[in-house]
Each structure stands twice: as C-alpha cells, then as structure tokens.
C-alpha cells in the first residue's frame, strides 16, 4: 500500500508543471493580430541618426517579442511618436569650474493606440539617459550612449504598452 501511494504521489509531481512565457505580455491574440509602428521622427537639431537607430529597435522589439505581424493600415495596433530630446546637461562641477561628468537625456513622445481592447490606449513621453565623463564625449561615444539609451526607452514603451509588468 505504502508502494502504490508513494508512486501515486509520484506521478502526480511529476505530471504537474508550472510554465511561464514573459513573451507578448497581456497581448490577447484571439482580438489583437496586427500592429502598424509609424516612422518616429528626429524633432531635435541633434544626432542624425538617433531616428533611424530607434525604428529599428522598437520595430525589432515587438516583432520579435509578440506574434503580431506588422501592416501598414488598418492595425489592431498602432504606435506613433517623435524624438522629442536630446539633452546633454553638466552634472559635477570641478573646482575649475568645469563639469566633470555630462549627462545625455534622450526623450520620446509615444502614441499608443489599442483598437481591439478599450482603455489601453496611452500618449506619454518617455526619457532616460546615461552619464559619461566630460573629457571622454565624441561622436563614437555620443552614438554608443544613445543606442543604451534607446534599448532602455524601448524597454520601457514595450513594458507599459503590451507588457503590463
């Protein structure tokens, strides 16, 4: 008896599992199929580039990361925005008077449009930024912050749009 009930038990642990998919978030698939990214815009005199280096990334993201397939109209949903800044502030201040790290701040305005599931929808800025020592900027160093930047703003426009973390 103690044979039947110990294999008993094990089989039921065994049969029993637990699966997580962090992939495409709280996206219901059975409404929501197709998703139109617009091309965001530079708005900001900086970094000519920065436009391209962020359609790519948020495209990437959530064609990589969902199974919705992209279209050019009439999408379940739709994401618009603008590059809307590019700060680079000094934070400390030597005794010469001279900042001795900078910060690069890079801000970007998103529309978020879900038309299969009611208020979801969000119009939000989102920015982050990194800081570098002040003797070190160039443009190779400028670039590579940026693209941090951007996979970091990206996280955060996935997260609170299809995500829900």
């Known amino acids: 008896m103690r044979i039947i009930s110990l294999s008993?038990?094990?089989?039921?642990?065994?049969?029993?599992?637990?699966?997580?998919?962090?992939?495409?978030?709280?996206?219901?698939?059975?409404?929501?199929?197709?998703?139109?990214?617009?091309?965001?815009?530079?708005?900001?005199?900086?970094?000519?580039?920065?436009?391209?280096?962020?359609?790519?990334?948020?495209?990437?993201?959530?064609?990589?990361?969902?199974?919705?397939?992209?279209?050019?109209?009439?999408?379940?949903?739709?994401?618009?925005?603008?590059?809307?800044?590019?700060?680079?502030?000094?934070?400390?201040?030597?005794?010469?008077?001279?900042?001795s790290t900078t910060r690069l701040t890079i801000s970007i305005r998103v529309h978020y449009v879900n038309n299969k599931e009611t208020g979801k929808d969000l119009d939000r800025t989102f920015s982050a930024f990194k800081e570098f020592d002040s003797s070190t900027f160039s443009d190779a160093v400028q670039d590579q912050l940026a693209k941090e930047i951007v996979d970091e703003i990206v996280d955060m426009i996935y997260n609170e749009t299809v995500a829900n973390w």
């Open 8 to 99: 008993f038990t094990v089989i039921i642990l065994l049969s029993c599992s637990v699966s997580y998919k962090f992939e495409g978030g709280s996206i219901n698939y059975d409404l929501t199929k197709t998703i139109h990214i617009s091309e965001f815009p530079n708005r900001t005199a900086y970094s000519p580039t920065l436009s391209q280096v962020f359609n790519i990334a948020l495209r990437k993201r959530f064609i990589e990361q969902t199974r919705l397939k992209e279209v050019t109209s009439n999408a379940d949903i739709e994401l618009e925005g603008e590059i809307n800044g590019f700060n680079l502030q000094g934070m400390a201040v030597k005794e010469d008077a001279y900042s």
